[in-house]
């Protein structure tokens, strides 16, 4: 990660390749000059790229975009939602053998639009986790379907147990289904349940808006692992987990120098 000058009381970010603090982006179509000044700005910020839904079908260029990712030292990998569609098409193998094409080591396992039984994804899991790395998203993507917090924690951990390296937190690109109210706002009951018997650091959450990110890393701390970030927002992201944005200004000094800091300016605003 560049560091242009000095400051203290900046939090230490791990260097890549990283097991907590993952950022992931979503590409829904960048171009290759896209893809070359993405990387150029971000490379160092961004571990993995997400090709979203269903785009990599009629993405243009897209295994010359994977070599650009993965010589910047980013892994690129299909959405979910393409996975579905093969499963549904009853082509798991077609499926294995595209990640074999494209020499994808990084896949996702998901079931958010289509129902497939417990125990067939969990085989899906471990049947691809034997030679490549997988992450495994739980939640729907359908606002109408409501899933408990038992039956959360249940498909995370035995999804984990599977093979799974990191479960992913539905919350789509619209931060408003999954862990999120329709107002977007986060399910604060569901999420504390969650985090009770599941490690946070084995989660990524889908967290395209700021406020999400922001309510995350306030929870979580800076090492939280996020995704969904569009391109263009991933130093804003960085930027906020290192409290160089006014929302996450005071999370990271020390406690006696955030108080004197916020009584100053309260005693500003009071005297205007």
């Known amino acids: 990660m560049t560091k242009n000058f000095n400051l203290t009381h900046i939090p ?52 010359d975009k994977i070599k650009l990712y993965k010589s910047a030292n980013i892994r690129p990998y299909f959405g979910g939602t393409l996975f579905e569609l093969f499963i549904a098409r009853n082509k798991f193998n077609e499926y294995r053998k595209l990640l074999d094409k494209y020499d994808l080591d990084l896949c996702e ?43 959360w924690i249940k498909m995370m951990s035995t999804e984990l147990e599977a093979g ?12 408003t289904v999954g862990v999120f109210r329709p107002n977007g706002t986060a399910h604060t009951y569901l999420i504390n349940k969650i985090i009770a018997k599941i490690d946070p650091n084995d989660i990524l959450w889908e967290a395209p808006k700021k406020t999400q990110q922001v309510w995350f890393i306030r929870l979580f701390g800076h090492n939280v692992n996020l995704g969904n970030i569009a391109p263009n927002e991933l130093i804003p992201l960085e930027c906020l987990r290192l409290g160089l944005r006014g929302d996450t200004f005071f999370e990271f000094l020390p406690k006696k120098i955030g108080e004197t800091l916020k009584q100053t300016s309260d005693e500003k605003v009071e005297a205007e």
């Open 12 to 63: 230490k970010r791990p260097k890549k390749p990283r097991k907590k603090g993952v950022t992931m982006v979503m590409d829904k179509g960048l171009s290759l000059r896209e893809t070359e000044n993405f990387i150029e700005a971000n490379a160092g910020l961004c571990d993995i790229v997400k090709f979203g839904f269903g785009t990599a079908y009629v993405t243009p260029n897209l295994e």
């Open 109 to 151: 396992v998901s079931d958010g639009s289509i129902i497939i039984p417990s125990d067939q994804k969990l085989d899906y899991i471990h049947k691809l986790s034997k030679d490549r790395t997988v992450m495994s998203e739980v939640g729907s993507k359908d606002a109408g379907i409501i899933i408990s917090p038992g039956k």
């Open 164 to 175: 799974s390296w990191k479960v992913i937190a539905e919350g789509r690109e619209s931060g």
